[in-house]
């Protein structure tokens, strides 16, 4: 399948918006404590699988973005096949009401991907993701920070094969929905200035 993916601008957001990015919860992460030895995550089944979408939430989604904070330090990815716009991804630097960022300029935030329900397996996710990553490392940044959740079993699973590390788990995060654990993923970048350094001849 031929997959091409296009940097965007926020005026497409509500084009964006389109692709769902609601899943079936049919297995989480469970936290179990390990005494002296901190936690670990195990996985199973929900008695009774259900329907999590992101964007019900009113303050949510893609069409809130704006509102809420400054996007010129944004950037937006959509993944076509055959003109037909079937994903996309969003990653935010340097803005500072975004607490996730820590006010790092060396930090970027991929904020959302989301991949068509029929494409869903076909790789896409892992061509959005690594244009986001290559975003990233052209503003210098080092690391690269993803929030996931442990009901969404698949993302872990997809951040953990594009090379993340669980850097943080946070069980009490979600007032509103306590059921929920967040797990925030790590990816340590090859920043190219650094490695272009590196090449230097040493006198």
């Not at 936690?39 to 199973?44: A, H, M, P, T, V």
């Not at 869903?120 to 929030?147: D, N, P, R, Y």
């Not at 993340?164 to 654990?181: H, K």
Request: charged share 25%; net charge neutral.
């Amino acid at each position: 399948m031929s997959i091409e993916v296009k940097i965007e601008g926020s005026s497409k957001l509500a084009e964006y918006a389109k692709i769902p990015i609601a899943f079936t919860v049919e297995r989480v992460l469970a936290v179990r404590d390990a005494g002296f030895e901190g936690i670990c995550l195990e996985e199973e089944k929900v008695d009774s699988p259900y329907i999590k979408d992101y964007d019900a939430c009113p303050t949510e989604g893609p069409l809130t973005w704006a509102k809420r904070w400054n996007l010129c330090n944004w950037a937006f990815f959509a993944a076509y096949s055959k003109y037909q716009r079937v994903g996309g991804a969003a990653i935010a630097w340097d803005t500072p009401d975004i607490h996730m960022l820590e006010g790092r300029k060396d930090l970027a935030v991929l904020w959302d991907i989301r991949i068509h329900p029929e494409y869903q397996g076909k790789g896409l996710g892992g061509h959005l993701f690594k244009a986001a990553e290559e975003w990233a490392i052209s503003k210098g940044c080092t690391l690269l920070k993803v929030e996931t959740q442990n009901i969404n079993v698949a993302a872990c699973h997809f951040y953990k094969k594009q090379g993340c590390s669980l850097g943080a788990i946070n069980r009490f995060a979600y007032p509103d929905f306590p059921e929920e654990v967040c797990l925030l993923w790590y990816k340590k970048l090859a920043n190219q200035a650094m490695h272009a350094d590196a090449d230097k001849p040493r006198r």
